[in-house]
């Protein structure tokens, strides 16, 4: 094969496999390779076989055996949802990728608050029909909610305010009780942590309020068959499709810099520095100009010497988490999760739903943490007839102790209760637990080399990760194109146009509406 690339992007992650369809599209000569045997890295979606295999090479915990029919779930190691408006749709749908893959819109967004569920209002309407709010306190939410969807900046109530807490700052601006400013800041803004800051929230919180009745009453969209690596692999048929080149399941063994021009390495006519990858079992080494890659498959030696790519996103939570501990649970009986809220217009059965534990929220569970739930059955093709999914994660502020087992069983033991009913009981078939671990990233030093540009893990965060994924890819791209064509000089007449991030598909109608398949 020709082992001469313009980009080796390492990694089939969202953000590696946005960024490696960008390239393909643009032109670009791609080798994209992942140790796995499977696509999307940490975000993959695997079936219960592939599940069970994962879990020999990780810390995972796992209690059931595996269902008949193992190969009809398709389960996500790290499950989101997504805004219906945002960038990760403009690439989705820009891309064409949206033909590759099928959504539906979220069922709920659920709150557990005094060991109930309550319906989340998303809207005016909800609003006013929910009975379980004051007249009061109603008007008190939508005034809230017409400055959160409008432009808040200059506002004078959020002077001298943006770094206070969210949740002091809606009780003492807004008036707004504990209750309902804690169904706010958790299961609209998405907060993890008590303390997270107004601004990054307020943005979150515009983005959803503008994108609700976008597609239907929600504000969000779920992928089919587990979601966001099946999206990954969507992305990465494009660039296959552009001619991208496709490596899977080869361990990288090397990865070395040489200098441009060297007998040995002939690589390319270019002053940039250039880079060699090897793999195991594979007889070429790959050669390139440009070297993109998750920071977890680049040894330290190179990560410390990366352009490691952080754009600035205004709706970022003011406190990253260090790990994540997540739960997969598989249950017999279909997924519909009941609550007291009558009248709230959101009483639609549906096994897709986001359900938030705020911290404090259940005896024997987190004091400091939010927790979000997600639901998924067979309505998303993730699970066969009669059986469902549940996805249970918590951030951790710093590193614990605690397993992902103890610090998540109290929660799964919780929704189990919430889920049975006289009529029909549920059962546990099977669970895992195991602890996602995010590579932190240190800054560039002076001596980085030029061509080599390091993607940070995914955001964990269920509904900002898979928008911020679309950011960081465009923003790689761009240095990446930097890196290959130099710095462009200004040719073109005033008001000439940057290329765009899908130039290939610039003469594609603005018909967001028929692309997305439902």
């Known amino acids: 094969m020709d082992n001469h690339f313009d980009v080796i992007v390492l990694g089939t992650g969202l953000t590696e496999s946005i960024t490696a369809a960008a390239l393909s599209k643009a032109g670009f000569k791609v080798a994209h390779i992942d140790p796995n045997p499977y696509y999307g890295a940490d975000q993959a979606s695997l079936s219960l076989d592939e599940l069970a295999q994962w879990e020999e090479n990780h810390s995972a915990t796992n209690h059931g055996e595996l269902p008949p029919h193992a190969r009809q779930y398709s389960v996500s190691l790290a499950p989101s949802v997504i805004p219906s408006i945002g960038p990760f749709i403009s690439s989705l749908i820009a891309s064409g990728v949206s033909r590759y893959g099928s959504f539906k819109l979220l069922g709920r967004v659920v709150i557990y608050d005094g ?46 305010q943006e770094n206070s807490p969210l949740l002091d700052f809606l009780q003492k601006t807004f008036l707004l009780s504990g ?98 990858v090897e793999l195991d079992d594979f007889p070429d080494r790959l050669h390139c100009r440009c070297l993109i890659s998750s920071t977890a498959l680049l ?44 009248g709230s217009g959101m009483s639609e059965a549906s096994d897709s739903s986001l359900l938030v534990f705020p911290p404090e929220s259940l005896e024997g569970g987190s004091a400091t943490s939010a927790v979000h739930v997600v639901t998924a059955g067979p309505g998303t093709m993730s699970a066969p007839s009669g059986k469902g999914i549940l996805y249970i994660s918590m951030p951790l502020p710093s590193n614990s102790d605690h397993s992902a087992e103890t610090l998540l069983r109290p929660y799964l033991t919780t929704v189990l209760s919430l889920l049975q009913s006289e009529k029909q009981q549920k059962t546990l078939i099977r669970s895992t637990f195991y602890m996602q671990e995010l590579v932190s990233c240190t800054p560039g030093t002076s001596d980085s080399f030029v061509g080599l540009l390091a993607v940070p893990s995914l955001s964990p965060h269920p509904t900002q990760g898979i928008d911020e994924a679309a950011i960081v890819a465009e923003a790689t791209f761009r240095k990446a194109e930097t890196c290959l064509n130099g710095e462009r000089k200004e040719l073109c007449s005033e008001g000439c146009e940057q290329i765009g991030f899908w130039p290939l598909l610039a003469e594609i109608e603005d018909s967001e509406g028929n692309d997305l398949q439902w």
């Open 115 to 160: 060991g109930v569920l309550k319906d989340v209002p998303q809207s005016k309407d909800d609003i006013f029909q929910n009975k379980a709010m004051s007249l009061l306190e109603k008007r008190r939410v939508t005034r809230f909610l017409m400055f959160a969807a409008g432009e808040f900046e200059n506002r004078e109530e959020l002077h001298g």
């Open 179 to 276: 209750a309902t400013a804690r169904a706010i800041a958790y299961a609209l803004g998405y907060c993890y942590f008590p303390s997270e800051t107004t601004l990054p929230a307020l943005h979150r919180i515009r983005t959803y309020l503008k994108a609700s009745g976008r597609y239907g009453s929600s504000s969000f969209l779920i992928g089919y068959y587990g979601g966001s690596g099946e999206i990954a692999q969507g992305f990465c048929r494009a660039s296959a499709v552009s001619g991208g080149v496709y490596i899977l399941g080869r361990p990288i063994t090397s990865i070395a810099s040489v200098e441009p021009g060297e007998p040995e390495h002939p690589v390319l006519t270019s002053d940039l520095p250039q880079f060699v």
């Open 299 to 342: 040894p330290g030696h190179l990560r410390t010497r990366a352009d490691i790519i952080r754009p600035t996103i205004l709706s970022c939570s003011s406190l990253r988490p260090f790990a994540m501990a997540r739960c997969i649970a598989i249950i017999d009986g279909p997924i519909t999760l009941s609550s007291d809220t009558e």
